[in-house]
């Protein structure tokens, strides 16, 4: 099985160089990241300058763009071979439920997604890197059971997993993706020269985290795995949109 890997935390980071290491007894493991942390690009592309590629000691290749630059690059320019799956992270911080609009993890796996290659996203959700282990082995046993059990059609899988000892996890839950408050208000500073400046604020608390979702999964120390798709339409409210144009 050959496998990208990538992520929006930067090929130095510790999330990506563990997760490269599980996965290579899988199958034959390229790693192409972000040069420098790309946390929040969503997935953007770089469009107005050129990208260079290079290739770390360790054999990572990074690239002076966004996480979407990245799998784009890899697949159409970079790459010889079609990867048989794409792997994202893993992530510094979770990526639930509006976090994956803003998400560089989630962004490389999309990319991967849009050229029909099964993807995965993987998120630790406290950061810091606290119970990296446990998530590396959650990693490698989802990477291992598709290599067992290729999945068959498109795949864009977003997984959060509880920052605990692997032995404290309760299992898996399949989710859906929960909602929050909007974010804490930006934080205004001033530079040393007296120019305002502005930080974004974190994000809000949960507002819609039940059992079912993402929220809940990690509140009760399961993982949670999110299929997602890329169809932003809303079905509900096409019939009322014609019936105001026709009004």
Same mark, same amino acid.
């Given at each position: 099985?050959?496998?990208?890997v990538s992520n929006d935390d930067g090929y130095t980071a510790a999330g990506i160089e563990a997760l490269a290491a599980a996965l290579r007894p899988? %199958?034959?493991?390229?790693?192409?990241?972000?040069?420098?942390?790309?946390? %929040?690009?969503?997935?953007?592309?770089?469009?107005?300058?050129?990208?260079?590629?290079?290739?770390?000691?360790?054999?990572?290749?990074?690239?002076?763009?966004?996480?979407?630059?990245?799998?784009?690059?890899?697949?159409?320019?970079?790459?010889?071979?079609?990867?048989?799956?794409?792997?994202?992270?893993?992530?510094?911080?979770?990526?639930?439920?509006?976090?994956?609009?803003?998400? %560089?993890?989630?962004?490389?796996?999309?990319?991967?997604?849009?050229?029909?290659?099964?993807?995965?996203?993987?998120?630790?959700?406290?950061?810091?890197?606290?119970?990296?282990?446990?998530?590396?082995?959650?990693?490698?046993?989802?990477?291992?059971?598709?290599?067992?059990?290729?999945?068959?059609g498109p795949l864009l899988l977003n997984v959060n997993i509880p920052a605990v000892p692997y032995r404290d996890l309760t299992g898996f839950r399949?989710?859906?993706?929960?909602?929050?408050?909007?974010?804490?208000?930006?934080?205004?500073?001033?530079?040393?020269?007296?120019?305002?400046?502005?930080?974004?604020?974190?994000?809000?608390?949960?507002?819609? %985290?039940?059992?079912?979702?993402?929220?809940?999964?990690?509140?009760?120390?399961?993982?949670?795995?999110?299929?997602?798709?890329?169809?932003?339409?809303?079905?509900?409210?096409?019939?009322?949109?014609?019936?105001?144009?026709?009004?």
């Amino acid at each position: 099985m050959r496998i990208l890997v990538s992520n929006d935390d930067g090929y130095t980071a510790a999330g990506i160089e563990a997760l490269a290491a599980a996965l290579r007894p899988l %199958g034959e493991v390229t790693v192409v990241a972000p040069e420098t942390n790309s946390s %929040g690009a969503s997935n953007s592309l770089t469009l107005r300058r050129p990208l260079y590629v290079r290739q770390a000691p360790n054999g990572f290749h990074y690239i002076n763009g966004t996480p979407s630059d990245c799998v784009h690059v890899a697949l159409h320019g970079l790459l010889d071979f079609r990867p048989d799956l794409l792997v994202s992270g893993i992530n510094n911080g979770a990526n639930m439920g509006e976090d994956t609009l803003y998400s %560089g993890t989630v962004a490389a796996a999309t990319e991967g997604y849009l050229f029909g290659i099964p993807s995965m996203a993987f998120s630790l959700v406290q950061r810091d890197w606290k119970h990296l282990d446990c998530a590396v082995q959650v990693a490698r046993e989802l990477v291992d059971r598709f290599r067992a059990r290729p999945w068959v059609g498109p795949l864009l899988l977003n997984v959060n997993i509880p920052a605990v000892p692997y032995r404290d996890l309760t299992g898996f839950r399949t989710t859906r993706l929960g909602r929050r408050h909007p974010a804490e208000p930006v934080i205004r500073s001033t530079t040393p020269y007296g120019d305002a400046v502005y930080w974004i604020g974190p994000v809000g608390h949960a507002l819609d %985290g039940g059992p079912e979702t993402d929220f809940g999964a990690i509140e009760a120390r399961a993982v949670s795995m999110t299929p997602l798709n890329l169809d932003l339409t809303d079905h509900t409210q096409t019939a009322a949109v014609s019936r105001w144009m026709d009004a």
